[in-house]
């Protein structure tokens, strides 16, 4: 089955402790991308990536990191999770770019 | 930055009526508008998206209506089913990113 899965689903940490929320696509698609979802400001880019080792800011990208090492793995890395960390997070793949974007199940996060 | 806004913000429709929702941006060079659904407990998916060269489109149930000049795009849904009953987002592109407008939570009444 096509599809991109994010593993924690749920994950609750405290302030500093370093995580990773691993992301994986079995489409091969080029384009990744995580978001952030958050009561009343809908969902908004943290990063994203067109391609392998190609990997760009998106509009909120402060306290996070992403890597792409392979084309269908996608983690995003919080080195010092803040409570303001806590939210929604979706991971998305496309075959190329932005449009036809398939989002993942979310990993919801908490950090006390 | 681009502005997207959503309207309404909620929408209670009766089982087989109609329901339509309006997404209005400002960035005039916008050429791609996407509807998603999001389902409790699920990621957005997309259900129809439309490209500034064409007004309308259809997809059984769902269709979606572009004005280009007025800078607003809406999406139609007819005969409403309970299964309807979700969150709808817009999400025109601005500089080469989707621009998520802040959801319409429908609700279809059986």
């Known amino acids: 089955e096509a599809q991109v899965t994010q593993n924690p689903r749920y994950l609750i940490t405290v302030t500093g402790k370093k995580l990773t929320v691993t992301c994986s696509q079995n489409m091969n698609h080029e384009y990744m991308s995580w978001y952030r979802q958050d009561p009343g400001l809908g969902l908004r880019q943290i990063y994203y990536?067109?391609?392998?080792?190609?990997?760009d800011k998106g509009d909120v990208p402060e306290g996070y990191k992403v890597s792409r090492k392979e084309k269908r793995n996608f983690p995003l890395i919080l080195e010092s999770p803040s409570p303001n960390q806590t939210s929604l997070y979706f991971c998305?793949?496309?075959?190329?770019?932005?449009?036809?974007?398939?989002f993942g199940p979310g990993t919801r996060l908490l950090v006390l | 930055g681009e502005n997207v806004e959503q309207h309404p913000s909620t929408l209670s429709v009766q089982e087989g009526d109609s329901a339509v929702i309006k997404c209005t941006y400002s960035?005039?060079?916008?050429?791609?508008f996407p509807w998603y659904k999001q389902e409790l407990g699920k990621g957005p998916q997309l259900i129809i998206d439309i490209r500034s060269n064409v007004g309308e489109k259809k997809d059984q149930r769902i269709a979606v209506t572009l004005n280009k000049t007025a800078k607003h795009f809406s999406l139609h849904i007819t005969e409403t089913q309970p299964e309807d009953s979700a969150v709808y987002f817009c999400?025109?592109?601005?500089?080469?990113?989707?621009?998520f407008g802040s959801g319409t939570r429908l609700l279809v009444r059986p």
């Open positions: 999400a025109p592109i601005s500089g080469g990113k989707l621009i």
């Open positions: 960035d005039s060079a916008s050429n791609y």
């Open positions: 990536s067109m391609n392998v080792e190609v990997t």
């Open positions: 998305a793949s496309s075959p190329m770019g932005v449009e036809t974007q398939y």
